[in-house]
């Protein structure tokens, strides 16, 4: 039993509410109760006590979509002529990249942005996991790294075409073995869904394949979705028709499924995904860094499209993200009005839904019943903070290396800074010698 006191609550949530000398109880992995200090201490005098005054206690940030694996790029040399395009980045860093990763550097690779979550406040997230030359038994190594960290993960093989039938099935194989492992544990920290790369490396062969296991095993996919116009083209060209309409075609879309990027696709696709109740998640770090254009939020938040946001693996620091779609959707839409509503709607009411679809546990809110994810913030707010303005404060006042302290399902992961869970440094140390012989391989 823990008891979180004297700090300024942010609940988030339908009902979002600031109180002022808080205090929250967790019990068993689950926020208990809310209230004023005063009253919880002395009805739970019993209760391990964490004083939080001038600190801000809110809900863990989530993170719809990242890549893991992508840790060991930082600072690499690509050994090659810079990328003009997308394809060229796919083609010369990321499935370069992926291929020389063994099982040990997908764990490391994973533990890595784990801590860094921990850090930054992310209690949960969404990864899209390729490792072409180490499949089977990768999405155990990244399950493992989100145990030993305490984060809670929905773990996927992307599963492609680009690298032959044998290791399109084998892809495929490591769905099936981690979805159905994840549905006998129903575990609420580790969760599973069946991954796919893109459509265009992707063929209709597979593609039923895939579609076939997904509906037998009752679940959804999680796949790349018009990220760049490459991959529309190649839909086009093929198959007369756009991604999305492809994924309709195969009954892949739905409350299940997420579709990463959707920033070339039609009015009547856009209508598709609202239709559907499709998760969809921006990533503007990314986007803006792969030069592949701008989603068009407003339009599709407008529409009912259920847009969370994601990182793609730029960061684990989602206020870095929200900052980032603050001010490019300004500058695209040539609008300073847009940015205040759809940001905080995408990062804390969409992705609190999507959670939902991706979790059996209530996320994002401080209320009773929900996930004891939580987050301490050493954020004494300079100007009065209210139900109404908290989003300010978060963007202009705030970073993610502001947190204290993290706790997931009850457990604390860092409190006061100092990480309690695991040796950082030690996982640092072989990081560092597992990506410097990965560099040699690449
Ligand atoms: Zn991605």
New binding site residues.
């Given amino acids: 039993m823990l008891l979180l006191g004297n700090g300024t609550l942010l609940t988030l949530g339908k009902k979002c509410q600031v109180i002022n000398k808080g205090a929250l109880l967790i019990e068993d992995g689950t926020i208990t109760r809310v209230g004023k200090t005063e009253e919880l201490r002395a009805s739970f005098p019993q209760a391990e006590y964490i004083d939080c005054l001038n600190r801000l206690v809110m809900p863990g940030f989530t993170c719809a979509?990242?890549?893991t694996y992508s840790t060991f790029a930082r600072g690499m040399d690509l050994k090659d002529e810079p990328p003009v395009d997308f394809p060229q980045i796919l083609e010369r860093l990321w499935w370069r990249l992926d291929k020389a990763l063994t099982l040990e550097d997908v764990y490391y690779s994973a533990l890595i942005p784990f801590i860094d979550c921990i850090k930054n406040g992310t209690t949960a997230l969404l990864d899209?996991h390729a490792s072409p030359n180490a499949i089977t038994g990768s999405l155990d190594q990244i399950a493992n790294a989100a145990q030993k960290t305490g984060i809670r993960a929905n773990l996927c093989y992307e599963v492609t075409d680009r690298d032959g039938e044998k290791k399109a099935a084998e892809g495929l194989a490591e769905n099936i073995y981690f979805i159905k492992k994840c549905q006998l544990e129903n575990s609420s920290m580790i969760t599973a869904r069946f991954g796919m790369h893109a459509s265009f490396t992707i063929g209709d062969k597979t593609m039923g394949k895939c579609a076939r296991i997904v509906h037998d095993l009752g679940t959804g996919v999680h796949i790349?979705a018009a990220?760049s116009t490459a991959d529309v083209v190649d839909s086009q060209e093929k198959y007369g028709m756009g991604v999305i309409e492809r994924l309709n075609k195969y009954d892949l879309l739905g409350t299940n499924t997420l579709t990463?990027?959707c920033i070339h696709i039609s009015d009547q696709e856009m209508e598709l995904l609202a239709q559907t109740g499709t998760n969809v998640v921006h990533?503007p770090q990314?986007n803006m860094n792969n030069a592949v254009g701008c989603a068009e939020v407003k339009k599709m938040l407008d529409a009912g499209v259920v847009l969370g946001l994601?990182t793609?693996?730029m960061t684990t620091d989602m206020i870095e993200g929200m900052k980032t779609a603050h001010i490019l959707h300004k500058f695209y839409q040539n609008d300073p009005r847009v940015g205040w509503v759809e940001v905080p709607q995408m990062q804390f009411a969409n992705n609190a839904r999507i959670m939902a679809n991706f979790f059996p546990t209530k996320m994002g809110e401080l209320t009773p019943g929900a996930a004891a994810d939580v987050i301490v913030v050493n954020y004494d707010p300079p100007t009065p903070l209210t139900a109404g303005n908290y989003y300010d404060h978060i963007v202009f006042g705030m970073t993610g290396r502001m947190v204290e302290t993290t706790i997931v399902a009850g457990k604390i992961l860092m409190q006061d800074k100092k990480i309690t869970i695991v040796d950082e440094e030690e996982i640092n140390a072989k990081a560092r010698e597992l990506s410097a012989k990965l560099w040699e391989r690449f």
Avoid: L, V
């Fill in positions: 979509h990242t890549h899209h790349h990220e990463a990027h990533n990314s994601g793609d693996g």
